[in-house]
């Protein structure tokens, strides 16, 4: 590795918070001079035993808009890279055993609430046929929003391995995972 006595950007650990933040910078600016140093490999510390999950659902406007925004550049890197970070939509599920949600639905309209693209659908036994199960891993054709399941026929249909006494499921619909090493090793590659 050259030596560098000075840089405009450091950038000290190659995981993928160092990796996103030196590649979107440097897609800001292409001509900055970054420097991304790190004792080990890259991805090979914290990143390497992440969940690799995302969700956008945060009983705060504001971490909704954050977790959004993170989310859409996630999905700016799948498109860029012909999805090689394999990012899926297949949500993020709470299930419950209670039928009396309320207190879950207001957390989910505080967060939602300002925002058309967070439509907030509820299933029961009479619009239990509106609801799109995830069939598919796609991102891009997946619904937005969060369907809450208040059927149990459809609950059961929907997610088999439950357990029968499950009553309520939220579905957060923008919400799935990625591989955080691909997403990584795009990053420092482009």
């Not at 860029?80 to 639905?105: E, F, K, P, W």
Request: aromatic share 8%; charged share 25%; glycine share 6%.
């Amino acid at each position: 590795m050259p030596r560098h006595d000075t840089c405009d950007t450091l950038i000290i650990g190659a995981g993928i918070v160092g990796i996103a933040t030196a590649y979107f910078l440097k897609k800001l600016d292409p001509k900055l001079d970054l420097i991304l140093v790190d004792a080990l490999q890259p991805m090979t510390f914290t990143s390497a035993q992440s969940g690799e999950n995302y969700r956008n659902w945060w009983p705060h406007p504001v971490m909704t808009a954050f977790t959004d925004h993170s989310i859409d550049l996630m999905e700016q890197v799948a498109r860029a890279s012909d999805n090689r970070i394999n990012m899926n939509r297949r949500g993020y599920v709470l299930a419950t055993r209670s039928a009396d949600i309320d207190h879950l639905l207001a957390e989910l309209e505080a967060g939602y609430a300002r925002s058309s693209e967070h439509s907030i659908r509820v299933h029961d036994r009479l619009s239990a046929g509106t609801y799109q199960p995830p069939l598919r891993e796609n991102w891009q054709d997946a619904p937005s929003g969060v369907d809450v399941i208040k059927d149990p026929e459809l609950i059961r249909r929907t997610f088999p391995s439950y357990e029968r006494s499950i009553q309520s499921v939220i579905h957060i619909r923008r919400a799935g995972a990625i591989s955080g090493q691909q997403m990584g090793q795009y990053m420092l590659e482009s």
